[in-house]
Nanobody
Framework: VQLQASGGGLVQAGGSLRLSCAAS????????MGWFRQAPGKEREFVAA????????YYADSVKGRFTIFRDNAKNTVYLQMNSLKPEDTAVYYC??????????????WGKGTQVTVSS
């Protein structure tokens, strides 16, 4: 499975960004998807996960109510809509895929990250 994340950038606090992750190489609807992030000097942390059909979602407490994960299986793409961004959301964001859900760690497939920077 190949995963390609995009959509990162520089945004002011309170602003919004939408990340996308395009998948290829395996039937997308058989994969649960997740988003993770890693800030400078910190360990990578779980952000959000979504089930194979999109009917189930799970969020880290730090993003609950501000971020939304959703997917379009026809486009083999998962998204992360990020609203009310805070400087502490600054990190490299990674998408990941696995056959099981829910999963907060040890995903089977990983993409390269996309940088999100939130200025105060």
């Amino acid at each position: 499975v190949q995963l390609q994340a995009s959509g990162g950038g520089l945004v002011q606090a309170g602003g919004s960004l939408r990340l996308s992750c395009a998948a290829s190489g395996r039937t997308f609807s058989n994969l649960a998807m997740g988003w993770f992030r890693q800030a400078p000097g910190k360990e990578r942390e779980f952000v959000a996960a979504i089930s194979w059909s999109g009917g189930g979602t799970y969020y880290a407490d730090s993003v609950k109510g501000r971020f939304t994960i959703f997917r379009d299986n026809a486009k083999n793409t998962v998204y992360l809509q990020m609203n009310s961004l805070k400087p502490e959301d600054t990190a490299v964001y990674y998408c990941a895929a696995d056959r099981s859900y829910p999963r907060l760690t040890a995903y089977e497939y990983w993409g390269k990250g996309t940088q999100v920077t939130v200025s105060s």
